[in-house]
């Protein structure tokens, strides 16, 4: 795999925890009377993971052109 996809994969795993972690905490600690769970619903998690995907995408590009 090179390296390229390595970081890519790495960058988006990393950035989708981190948001998840983020939101659900902001979420649960700001609204502790309507959110049950930490964690957020499916449709927050895929909110993140296609914001994820754009960072992720432009990163990589932006690494492309400069390196």
């Not at 499916?42 to 914001?51: Q, T, V, Y």
């Amino acid at each position: 795999m090179s390296g390229m996809v390595k970081h890519f994969i790495a960058s988006f795993v990393n950035l989708f925890c981190l948001g998840n972690f983020v939101i659900g905490t902001a979420t649960y600690v700001l609204m502790p009377g309507q959110v049950s769970s930490p964690i957020p619903e499916g449709s927050m998690m895929l909110n993140i993971g296609i914001f994820t995907a754009i960072v992720t995408v432009i990163n990589a590009l932006r690494r492309v052109q400069t390196g």
